[in-house]
């Protein structure tokens, strides 16, 4: 465990793309838990000795899916309840990364114990937190901010590598013009430095948001430039990134939205193709909700 700040420590988590860092709130000698990483026998071993250490917790904060499944061994083991948004579900995108065979057990074991709403304030410790929503990557992300510190608690939504907004129904076609909402939000925050899962320290944080929009608009200007000719998503996907086509759907979806794409639901399964010439994505990126 290191010590960042007063009252404020990490722990970091080895997982199979790098470290990921957890973050503990200190109150009086009990903790509250934010991120505890993914569901896995690495993680799960972390935590294993920190509470054979004797760690006393309080509160476990999930600020994205990605932490919901160890969240309910950790709740059990320290005897801790589970703050989360209001919105936060156990997304079906998320679940995918553990055993099928399990997958409809974990879905409907899966709870929260305090739903916290957008605007709450945490008094946690000596410091104060505000509850920031902030969709796109799930519905149910959201980040945490210490005004008087200026220091925020990012979750994932800062991370600097390329991740997949996964589109798996009908709600989830906006989730990548939410996303590009909430990272514009952040940029209204008086913001020193953040904290996120996987860069323990972000001190450009302006910049970083920056960057993040860029690789995301060069990649829809890619998918844009393949829909000179009307394709499927699994068409799409495949000469992208070879992965699933849900990924691939969440970017249609956007340039839909921008009026850049249109789709052809007369065909199953449903095609794309370009609608207008050029894509100034910096020109497009969505301003309403």
């Given at each position: ?31 509250t ?70 997958k ?33 990557l799930?519905?149910?992300?959201f ?30 076609e ?22 996120s899962?996987k ?47 849900t ?43």
């Amino acid at each position: 465990m290191e010590k960042l700040q007063e009252g404020l420590y990490s722990i970091s988590i080895p997982t199979s793309s790098g470290q990921q860092y957890c973050y503990l709130l200190q109150e009086g000698e009990y903790y509250t838990l934010v991120d505890v990483g993914p569901n896995t026998k690495a993680t799960q071993q972390v935590w294993a000795h920190y509470f054979q250490q004797g760690l006393k917790v309080n509160r476990l904060i999930v600020t994205n899916p990605t932490s919901l499944a160890l969240a309910q061994t950790l709740r059990t083991m320290f005897q801790a309840p589970i703050f989360s948004i209001n919105t936060m579900e156990p997304d079906d995108i998320y679940l995918r990364l553990f055993d099928v065979k399990r997958k409809k057990n974990l879905f409907h074991s899966m709870s929260i114990d305090e739903f916290l709403t957008h605007g709450q304030l945490l008094t946690i410790g000596n410091r104060v937190w505000e509850v920031i929503h902030t969709p796109g990557l799930s519905k149910g992300d959201f980040v945490l901010y210490d005004a008087q510190h200026k220091l925020c608690l990012a979750g994932r939504i800062l991370v600097h590598d390329m991740q997949a907004i996964m589109c798996t129904n009908k709600e989830d076609e906006r989730l990548l013009a939410q996303f590009f909402n909430s990272i514009q939000m952040l940029l209204r925050y008086d913001i020193d430095y953040a904290l996120s899962t996987k860069d323990a320290t972000i001190k450009n944080v302006h910049q970083v948001i920056y960057t993040i929009q860029n690789n995301y608009l060069q990649l829809l200007r890619k998918v844009y430039d393949l829909l000179y000719k009307e394709t499927t998503v699994e068409k799409l996907a495949k000469k992208l990134f070879h992965e699933e086509a849900t990924s691939t759907l969440a970017l249609l979806h956007y340039l839909t939205e921008i009026g850049k794409a249109e789709i052809n639901r007369e065909t199953i399964p449903y095609t794309f193709r370009a609608k207008r010439q050029g894509f100034d994505g910096m020109s497009y990126l969505v301003q309403h909700l």
